[in-house]
């Protein structure tokens, strides 16, 4: 399994088009086989903050989701957005769940 956790922080003004554009690439995301990996992303208390926790069961499926285009556009966008250093991708080694992920 695939676990990846993606934080960054856009300028003030950018902020409420990259939740835009976070919600167009979930809805996408949704007309995937959403049994088949999970995705959530979370806007923090300051409102310029986000953060990104995705887990796929492998890198297939990881390829597929990542591929799809608004989500290749919301990446873009955020990137041109002036995101620089802020941006921290973390993989997660699972120890264990109280449930089973898939």
């Given amino acids: ?7 960054y922080t856009v300028k003030t003004e950018f902020a409420a088009q990259n939740k835009q554009n976070i ?6 995301f949704k007309q995937l086989n959403t ?11 300051d409102g310029v903050s986000f953060r ?5 069961p492998d890198e297939a499926t990881q ?7 608004s989500f290749k556009d919301f990446q873009q966008q955020r990137d041109a957005s002036g995101v620089g250093d802020s941006q921290r991708i ?13």
Avoid: C, N
């Fill in 52 to 56: 990104h926790l995705a887990q796929f």
């Fill in 1 to 7: 399994m695939i676990t990846v956790t993606v934080s």
């Fill in 63 to 69: 390829k597929q989701v990542l591929s799809t285009p």
């Fill in 90 to 102: 973390e993989k997660l080694q699972l120890i264990g769940a109280s449930s089973d992920i898939f």
């Fill in 23 to 28: 919600e167009r690439f979930l809805e996408d």
């Fill in 35 to 45: 049994l088949t990996f999970r995705y959530h992303a979370y806007q923090l208390e």
